[in-house]
């Protein structure tokens, strides 16, 4: 849909539905203006525009009647409160007393952020790691030096200031992490897990930060992960979208803490950016919008490019065969599709040296990658992912190299979804990160992959293509996938005898892209001896009898169990794992009654029931699932109404029916007979 269609679409819709339509960060005029004919002046159902700006003037020129709300910074004992939170993280703790000392230099120094938010969340960040006076004095006395330079240039410039002392402070091992965000474009949502390997990858977390935890080897991986964390925890990188069990799958800067990192990496000729949405053309070459002077060429390794909607052939770095550049990463927009299908053999005669190439979601390539791919022997990082590509060459046996090789070309399950792959994925033995297509071709019958010892994740295990068997050696495993039911049952067999595991496996998906769950029975007992560290299982197929409670790992946060059809209510052995906080069951169950007794599910965040044609009865106690903020249920026709028992759970925020029955609805709603059994919920979604 072009932009003048959409424009159109919006504008009817506001006319027809009273809407709330937030716009946030608006920085122009001239943004708003191209913005504007997408929204009414007034509406007869009474839509209105939240639009937020840090300029006066684009709030004015939007709507001279509208209602200006300016925020306030935050006055002193409101900025010494939030402080606080950052800065003595055990404040709430029993027993726990703030230091004289400390806060007589934390007063002094929160006086200096005058009341703005992200200048006492960045500060208070910085000081949670120092546990001494003398640390508290030393950062004191750098914030004094700081806000020296900006003493008669206001609060945004004291501001900056704050924000580059977090940056000066940090760990030597930190900065190069933080530097690396400067890539991603403006409010990029950052993916952690990918960010994690391209660390690795580049060498900013090596072999030498690798130690022994626990008598257990703790991966480059799990140290990326925990200064990931670190930069979370001081507020310098901001927390994005968290996973069903917690952990952390985005992130992202804040604009501002953005502008930094580009200023310090721009002093550092640390990254090249060429901005098709942002650049201007000028004299039939694409500028860079980061810089305003041109970087040595000589020492650039680093190059981002930003696709645009309206560009589809992309300039590359101006240099011929520049023997320096080593990460090349593009970002492009959805709907981006490249005019010209031979522009990676032209990255590949340029750019020898690569170490990283990343070309997630670029399309319009040819459909057999180049050839030419085999020139790339220094590569340790190659996604390929969403290109499309359906061929690969023989020549990606020379990227010996190779740490992690993405190759989901494919996004979408379709009889056309089958990627040809060679047999030369096992001379790849750095592989340490491995994702395969869903559907494998290739000339030969089998894939070899047993030799890959270093090997933490494999997505999409091959097994019509290889011997499951091979799996045993791979003994670094974290992550496996195997989506061919044809074989779940000959992998559980592979621990017979119970000596044989996977000791570090910590999650584990047997799941298929079919229309059906397959009906062959899955041994859990037996998986789960071999498995023995699982965090998070996701099992399709049938289950005779759930292992006793003391047979699941004490490990395990999320458990998904589609199709399993027991015929014994699955919640009384389910209830008792201790720190299990994710459950989601597809047809699970064929009995008629369940029952959540007290004290079951003590950490259990989502529950999500679905397809029980039998279920028609449910009890909860009251005391089982205390901490439960999420439900649904769908397609569960029998059941006639929800239990008593979640007027207990005082904890829960959503809740979703889905295909249910039109009785069953009604009884939850505002004047239903139920519906004082959940009132206290926010959210109740009805979808059919």
Not at 212 to 226: C, I, L, N, W
Not at 286 to 296: A, G, P
Not at 356 to 370: R, Y
Not at 591 to 619: A, H, V, Y
Request: charged share 25%; net charge neutral; with cysteine.
């Amino acid at each position: 849909m072009k932009d003048d269609e959409l424009a159109k679409k919006l504008y009817k819709v506001q006319q027809e539905k009273r809407c709330l339509i937030v716009i946030d960060d608006i920085w122009t005029t001239e943004a708003w203006e191209t913005l504007y004919p997408a929204f009414p002046d007034e509406t007869t159902v009474g839509s209105k525009i939240l639009l937020t700006t840090r300029n006066k003037k684009v709030a004015l020129d939007a709507d001279l009647n509208g209602f200006l709300h300016e925020p306030e910074c935050l006055n002193e004992e409101k900025s010494w409160e939030l402080f606080q939170r950052k800065a003595f993280p055990r404040k709430d703790e029993p027993g726990f007393v703030v230091d004289k000392v400390m806060e007589s230099l934390g007063r002094e120094m929160v006086g200096s952020c005058a009341g703005l938010p992200l200048a006492l969340i960045v500060l208070g960040g910085l000081l949670a790691t120092k546990e001494t006076q003398n640390e508290w004095d030393m950062v004191h006395r750098n914030i004094r030096t700081h806000l020296a330079r900006s003493k008669e240039r206001g609060r945004q410039a004291r501001l900056s200031e704050v924000l580059a002392l977090s940056y000066h402070e940090l760990p030597y091992q930190l900065k190069p992490c933080f530097l690396y965000l400067s890539q991603f474009p403006e409010d990029f949502e950052i993916p952690t897990k990918k960010l994690v390997q391209q660390w690795v990858a580049e060498g900013i977390v090596s072999l030498q930060d690798e130690v022994e935890v626990d008598e257990r080897h703790e991966t480059m991986e799990e140290v990326a992960e925990s200064y990931l964390h670190d930069l979370i925890n001081r507020s310098i990188v901001q927390l994005g979208v968290r996973g069903s069990t917690g952990t952390i799958k985005t992130c992202r800067l804040h604009d501002l803490m953005r502008d930094l990192c580009l200023a310090k990496a721009k002093q550092g000729n640390f990254i090249h950016i060429i901005d098709h949405v942002q650049g201007n053309k000028t004299n039939g070459a694409l500028q860079s919008s980061t810089y305003s002077r041109t970087m040595s060429v000589s020492r650039i390794r680093r190059c981002a490019i930003y696709l645009s909607q309206n560009v589809q052939e992309p300039v590359l770095p101006e240099y011929k065969k520049n023997p320096n550049l080593r990460s090349l990463f593009f970002f492009r927009p959805k709907k981006h599709r490249l005019l010209d299908g031979h522009f990676l053999e032209s990255v590949f005669d340029k750019f020898k040296l690569l170490k990283m190439l990343d070309l997630e979601g670029v399309k319009g390539l040819e459909e057999k990658l180049p050839e030419d791919i085999g020139t790339l022997i220094q590569l340790r990082f190659l996604s390929l992912k969403k290109t499309r590509i359906r061929e690969l060459p023989t020549s990606l046996v020379n990227l010996v190299s190779l740490q992690t090789l993405n190759l989901q070309t494919i996004d979408k399950v379709s009889w056309e979804s089958t990627v040809q792959v060679p047999n030369i994925i096992w001379k790849m033995e750095q592989l340490r990160h491995l994702y395969l297509p869903k559907w494998c071709g290739n000339v030969t019958d089998k894939l070899q992959l047993a030799n890959l010892s270093n090997l933490q994740t494999l997505v999409n295990f091959p097994a019509n293509k290889c011997d499951v068997k091979d799996l045993l050696p791979l003994t670094d495993l974290r992550k496996l996938v195997l989506n061919d039911p044809r074989y779940f049952e000959t992998f559980v067999q592979i621990f017979e005898p119970p000596n044989k595991t996977l000791k570090y496996l910590m999650s584990l998906s047997l799941k298929t892209d079919l229309l059906s769950f397959p009906n062959k029975v899955v041994d859990l007992r037996q998986l789960l001896f071999g498995c023995p560290r699982l965090c998070k299982l996701h099992v399709e197929g049938r289950i005779e009898n759930l292992p006793k409670n003391n047979e699941f790992p004490s490990s395990l946060t999320k458990l998904t169990l589609w199709g399993s059809r027991l015929v014994e209510d699955p919640m009384e052995a389910l209830g008792k794992l201790p720190h299990l906080k994710y459950l989601n069951g597809w047809e699970v169950f064929t009995g008629k009654k369940m029952i959540c007794s007290k004290d079951s599910f003590p950490q259990l965040k989502t529950l999500l029931l679905r397809g029980l044609p039998n279920f028609e009865e449910w009890t909860i106690e009251e005391g089982a699932m205390p901490t439960m903020s999420r439900l649904g249920i769908s397609d569960c026709y029998k059941l006639k109404m929800v239990p008593d028992g979640l007027r207990f759970i005082t904890n829960l925020r959503e809740l979703e029916i889905r295909w249910m029955s039109r009785a069953f609805k009604s009884s939850l709603e505002e004047d239903g007979e139920d519906f004082y059994k959940v009132q206290h919920v926010p959210s109740i979604v009805f979808l059919n």
